[in-house]
């Protein structure tokens, strides 16, 4: 609700009212998934916590002491919930669109709050993804697609918010696949250093823009 206010700043603009809405309807997309794979391992566990859920994985899953195909299914629903936060393909239409926003509230969404969520949860969850092959390889799967997609768009975008949005789209895809490889250290490294760097990126757009603005026209 927070980024749905936040993208749709300038309400009275079409294009932003637009955004706001395609942000709301993709991430609650990603949150239903995240509900229903929580409420199922909350069925197979009864409990929320996640030294719950590590003990199904270092216990139960190797042993064949629990429904895999239970496991997998629900592992997947909470890896679709990072997949929507941090604008994975498929449900990675929001965040150019998002652009329409502030440029601080663009630095804030892109790098330290949104996207950042889901490769936190993922982090968070690779003790339970590592006892799943099948998950591990969808996530490294999804995060070489996202990567090659974003690089490619973010070539093509004439408008420096909207290359610098399909820029933090493919880097979220080099830690997706981090992670997908089960590489912890690397994916949270390259999330912090990414915050950093795409703030400063953001921040500095604007006087790229206005500068620019003479020559190029718009």
Known sequence: MCSYLLIGFWFTRPIAAS???KAFVTNRVGDFGLLLGILGFFWIT???EFRDLYKIANNWIPNNGINSLLT??????LFLGAVAKSAQFPLHVWLPDAMEGPTPISALIHAATMVAAGIFLLARLLPLFISLPLIMSFISLVGTITLFLGATLALAQRDIKRSLAYSTMYQLGYMMLALGIGSY???LFHLITHAYSKALLFLGSGSVIHSMEPLVGY
Do not use: W
């Open 19 to 21: 955004a706001c809405q």
């Open 72 to 77: 997998t299914l629900c592992a997947f629903l």
């Open 46 to 48: 009864g409990s929320l």
């Open 185 to 187: 250290q690397a994916a």
